[in-house]
């Protein structure tokens, strides 16, 4: 049964294809087929201009028909196609989403950051020993961070607060919703010390592998992330790109969501983030395939 997912953020879109065969639990039979993520950049758009333009519409079409064809060339039998933050904020992306079904035949839902925390969140507990304790899964994107709570395997609460990446450089942060994510994790910390982070997103895997740590733990110490931010910040794009090997659509919102991290970590008095590289591309597919595995009754 081979399963894809869109996921259309506001930085970038991906399709991820997944193939399963046998038992859903048995990892030997998940085979990842293909993954392709295109730095389309909606927020860019959204978060200064209010809309999506005509541009980024077009290239978002020749995205979605090039998504479709490989979708038939891997044989895909299921799949789903979510869009977040810039979509939910654009004056017009109800009507873009019209034209990509009308002309691809992709039904493409916006999905609430509750809905978003909520399909990560199974597939965290399910791939992750996040079973026992308390932890504090952070997603930063580029248009709104959601941080779901999680006692001993079960989602508590949670909360999509709009500060991104690129809402930061585009200056569409206000300090009113910072304040309140910051008063919403000291609060939890107080009641529950020792909450450990699980971050996620793209950037806080780009910078756990800037790291270059040894041990298989994945986890990323906060002064690690201090000292790699301290290194990025001061320099231009440019020298990120050269130094650091980065993506020019990754050297730019690297460092907000280095702050947004650190700022989180601050506040809930964590000392490491864990990163285990789950997206929410992968929490879409491995959700289908729950569903369908459940009808069939296998």
Known sequence: MNIAAIDIGSNGARLLIKSFDGDAQAASCIKKLLFVRI???????????????????????????????????YNVEYFRACATSAMRDAVNGKKVMKRIEEETGIHLEIIPGAEEAQLLCNNLVENTESGVGNFAYVDVGGGSTEISLLHNGVLAESHSFNIGTLRMLAGAVTQEEMDAMCRMLEKYAEEFPGTKIIGSGGNINRLYRLAKIKSDSRELSVVTLKKLYAELAPLSLEERMEKFRLKDDRADVIIPAAEIFILVAKSLKCTKIIVPNISLADSIVDGIYREKFHEQGT
């Open 39 to 73: 730095p389309l950049r909606l927020g860019k758009d959204v978060f200064t201009l209010g809309k999506i333009s005509k541009e980024r519409h077009r290239m978002m079409m020749h995205m979605m028909k090039g998504f479709k064809q490989f979708m038939l060339l």
